[in-house]
Each structure stands twice: as C-alpha cells, then as structure tokens.
T-cell receptor, first 114, second 118 residues
C-alpha cells in the first residue's frame, strides 16, 4: 500500500521569500510517480509538478521545484519568490506505475504574508 | 494545458432527491476519469474509477447504488448521487489523466461541485 505524509498542517512565508513544503512517502513499488497540486479557496485542483521515481534530475516548473530524495523517500516542494497568490492548500500525491489510482496526502495550508 | 470542465459548481437539493454532476474533458479524450470526495479541510478520497464503455470500479466502502457513475463517451463522465441525504453533503471533484505514466504524467481536475443536501 502507498502512503503520503505531510507533517505541516500550516505554513507562513513572507512575500518574495522561498518556502519548502514537506512530503514523505512510503511504498514498496519500484516505479512510481510523485505529484504536487495546489488547491485555492475556490476548490479547483491545479497541477504543479511531477517527478518520476527513475528521473535522475529533480523536476522544475517555473517557480516550483521538487526536491526528490529517493533514499529518504521524500519529495519536498520548493516555491521560490513567494507571491500572495500562492496562498492555498498544497497536496502531495503519488501513483504506482501501471495503476490508475493517485493517493493524496493530508495537505499543507500555505499563507503568504505581505 | 488540458482542461476538465465540471458542472454544476454548486448545488443545493432536498433530502431524497437525486443530483447529477457532469465531468467533461474539453480538449482531450479521457478513457479513464476519477471521482473524488473531499470533506472540509481534509484530503481527497478516491470514490471510483470511471472507464469509458464499462462499469466503474468503486473503492471499498463506497456504495455503488448510491453513487452512480456513467462514462458514456471519451469526453464525458457523470456522477449521480441518488436519494441524497445530508451526510452526502460534500465537495465532489473529478479528474482525468493524460499521457502515459512514463512521460510527464499529469492528472487534471475539474473545478469541483459543492453539494449541500438540506
């Protein structure tokens, strides 16, 4: 079974600063994918970034980067130069290769302070 | 990027009535769509996997007779909450996958439906 753990229920960051949202996972599968999603107060889930377990390099998408440490089973999201619009819930998720299901963590609420 | 449209965004209904929620993939064909339920301040819980042209696969504990899923075409999946009760009040959100697992896999979501049963 897969398990995603997000230990930070809430985080604050000053505008223009960088912030790291933690995510650890547990799986016995050799191949899997890791995702991060943003959910603003309006409710929609916005895809941010994806990391495959066999990817050699950490994924980056604009201001988002994924700090993937396979041996530690961690997939932390780093947001650089935080903006007020980054205030939202952030969910880490994973999927097993060849399977359709995506398992989500409990989320971290990020608040960006002006 | 890929767009998934979900309708309605908000619905209020009386107890005992049925509510239909639509999920459409607007610019890609989705052979598989997923339905999630989210309680306030909680994570997304997968309810069922909807496969085009076949029966949906429900997660353990989800009543298939209460939550009817139909995936009649490659771009449309519907979730019908039958005989809704107040405990069915929740945020329901659909999603569809694009690409293959090995190639920058993405899972796109609809905007969600807030169901309130009175």
């Amino acid at each position: 079974a897969q398990k995603i753990t997000q230990t930070q229920p809430g985080m604050f960051v000053q505008e223009k600063e960088a912030v790291t949202l933690d995510c650890t996972y547990d799986t016995s599968d050799p191949s899997y994918g890791l995702f991060w999603y943003k959910q603003p107060s309006s409710g929609e889930m916005i895809f941010l970034i994806y990391q495959g377990s066999y990817d050699q390099q950490n994924a980056t998408e604009g201001r988002y980067s994924l700090n993937f440490q396979k041996a530690r089973k961690s997939a932390n999201l780093v947001i650089s130069a935080s903006q007020l619009g980054d205030s939202a819930m952030y969910f880490c998720a994973m999927s097993r290769e060849g399977y359709q299901k995506v398992t989500f963590g409990t989320g971290t609420k990020l608040q960006v302070i002006p | 990027g890929a767009v998934v449209s979900q309708h309605p965004s908000r619905v209020i209904c009386k107890s005992g009535t049925s509510v239909k929620i639509e999920c459409r993939s607007l610019d890609f064909q989705a052979t598989t769509m997923f339905w999630y339920r989210q309680f306030p301040k909680q994570s997304l819980m997968l309810m069922a996997t909807s496969n085009e042209g076949s029966k949906a696969t429900y997660e353990q504990g989800v009543e298939k007779d209460k939550f009817l899923i139909n995936h009649a075409s490659l771009t449309l999946s519907t979730l019908t909450v039958t005989s809704a009760h107040p405990e069915d009040s929740s945020f329901y959100i659909c999603s569809a996958r694009t690409g293959t697992f090995a190639t920058n896999e993405k899972l796109f979501f609809g905007s969600g439906t807030q169901l309130s049963v009175l």
